[in-house]
């Protein structure tokens, strides 16, 4: 464990197993629980904590210190926008079932997050860690990415369960993202790449009908006489 740099130990013993146990922490605050030396075979593990940054510092963290950028979000997202040479194995991929539970769950969907925020309808990707470790190392410095932050919260906690010792994400995901900070590919801004579906119109609706309602006022007020002859020539019931 040479160049591992410890700082700090404490002691605990446990008196019904007659064993010693010393507890290490190190400069990045791994923590390694072992058997002092003479007390029987020792074992070292390695448990990493995942570090959440700003924008700012997720930036840093790329440019200075080399980490590499793992977009867990899902294709369509992902598509939109992402940062430029990040590599993307999603967390959740989409159902595509066809067993009667999951075709009702399906249409439910559709008819409410899917139609009103584009959101698929999703499970969780089962070779997700198995893909990430086709890529990366264990030892690998990732800075894992979402939309929001909690799917890269959820996909971070399953790299540091998998062995995965340097992981950081960004507090509440692209979203917070200014632009500029990082150089993105695709048609829309890394900050709104996850907007679709009927919300994405919703401010463009509402300001057509507000230009129209405004024109309408205008014209009842300036052109009284011409508006009167258009309400009587207008349908009554």
Not at 24 to 33: D, E, G
Not at 160 to 167: K, S
Not at 207 to 236: H, M, R
């Amino acid at each position: 464990m040479a160049g591992t740099g410890f700082y700090a130990s404490c002691l605990s013993s446990s008196s019904n197993l007659g064993t010693c146990w010393l507890v290490l922490k190190t400069h990045n605050a791994r923590a390694l629980p072992g058997k002092l030396p003479g007390t029987g075979m020792r074992r070292l593990t390695i448990k990493a904590e995942v570090n959440f940054v700003n924008a700012d510092k997720a930036k840093e963290l790329v440019e200075v210190d080399g980490y590499a950028v793992l977009d867990v979000r899902d294709k369509n997202q992902f598509e939109r926008a992402h940062i430029k040479s990040c590599s993307h194995v999603p967390l959740f991929v989409e159902n595509k079932d066809n067993d009667p539970g999951t075709i009702i769950k399906r249409q439910l969907h559709n008819n409410f997050s899917g139609l009103f925020y584009g959101l698929p309808f999703t499970k969780p990707n089962p070779e997700f860690i198995q893909s990430v470790k086709s890529q990366f190392p264990p030892e690998s410095k990732l800075l894992v990415v979402c939309q929001e932050g909690l799917r890269s919260a959820a996909a971070a906690n399953k790299l540091e369960e998998a062995g995965f010792e340097n992981i950081a994400c960004i507090t509440s995901g692209l979203q917070t993202v200014k632009p500029g900070t990082f150089d993105s590919v695709g048609s829309s801004k890394l900050e709104d790449a996850g907007k679709a579906g009927l919300v994405t119109i919703q401010g463009k609706i509402s300001t057509v009908l507000g230009t129209i309602l405004v024109c309408a006022y205008l014209f009842v007020t300036f052109f009284p006489d011409q508006a009167e002859k258009l309400f009587q020539l207008a349908p009554t019931g």
